[in-house]
T-cell receptor, first 116, second 115 residues
Framework: AQKVTQAQTEISVVEKEDVTLDCVYE???????LFWYKQPPSGELVFLIR??????QNEISGRYSWNFQKSTSSFNFTITASQVVDSAVYFCALSEPLYNFNKFYFGSGTKLNVKP | DTGVSQNPRHKITKRGQNVTFRCDPI?????LYWYRQTLGQGPEFLTY????????KSRLLSDRFSAERPKGSFSTLEIQRTEQGDSAMYLC?????????????FGPGTRLTVL
């Protein structure tokens, strides 16, 4: 079974629009971590945000914000006032530190196209 | 630059040849991971080292694949008798046991093309 699902394959927006990327995860562990990574065309995965399972407080960091809801097993990521440089593939990842050596389970990614 | 480095960045080989990739993690990181990413997919876990010990191997890692991390520093991933299905991006990541979230830092990857 897929542990991390990103249902949106590709999203296109116009610059300055807000965009939300969806992520649904599955785990039986009570302790887990969630991450969002960005992969620009150059290929290197860049860490964006993280959250642990005990902290459902949603936060804003610059133009990034996230909405973590354990009740729906969702960890959605929002970019406010998108820019062309935000164009990339975004991956949601889950790690289960107690039993799985902290390896990451990635979703299949959402390709974001920000048009000028 | 003190990030994760990988060499080579690109490798083109003929089917049946052996290839070896190298990963140099961030120096103070004791955890090292290998992932494989095929086109249009997210990275998939291959194997994990804590210091020099290989503690987990995915079922994706067939017996043609072997990874080492001598002395707990750099790591190598070797693929023997390459097949066209091995064509992918191979990503290395490192993290520190002291970091609560085990945030993994990724290298630029080695893109393998098997002809």
């Amino acid at each position: 079974a897929q542990k991390v699902t990103q249902a949106q394959t590709e999203i296109s927006v116009v610059e300055k629009e807000d965009v939300t990327l969806d992520c649904v995860y599955e785990t039986r562990d009570t302790t887990y971590y969630l991450f969002w990574y960005k992969q620009p065309p150059s290929g290197e995965l860049v860490f964006l945000i993280r959250r642990n399972s005990f902290d459902e407080q949603n936060e804003i960091s610059g133009r990034y914000s996230w909405n973590f809801q354990k009740s729906t097993s969702s960890f959605n990521f929002t970019i406010t006032a998108s820019q062309v440089v935000d164009s990339a593939v975004y991956f949601c990842a889950l790690s289960e530190p107690l039993y799985n050596f902290n390896k990451f389970y990635f979703g299949s990614g959402t390709k974001l196209n920000v048009k000028p | 630059d003190t990030g994760v480095s990988q060499n080579p960045r690109h490798k083109i080989t003929k089917r049946g040849q052996n290839v070896t990739f190298r990963c140099d993690p961030i120096s103070e990181h004791n955890r090292l991971y290998w992932y494989r990413q095929t086109l249009g997919q997210g990275p998939e876990f291959l194997t994990y080292f804590q210091n020099e010990a290989q503690l987990e191997k995915s079922r994706l890692l067939s017996d043609r694949f072997s990874a080492e991390r001598p002395k707990g520093s750099f790591s190598t991933l070797e693929i023997q008798r390459t097949e066209q299905g091995d064509s992918a991006m191979y990503l290395c990541a490192s993290s520190s046991e002291r970091e609560a979230y085990n945030e993994q830092f990724f290298g630029p990857g080695t893109r393998l093309t098997v002809l």
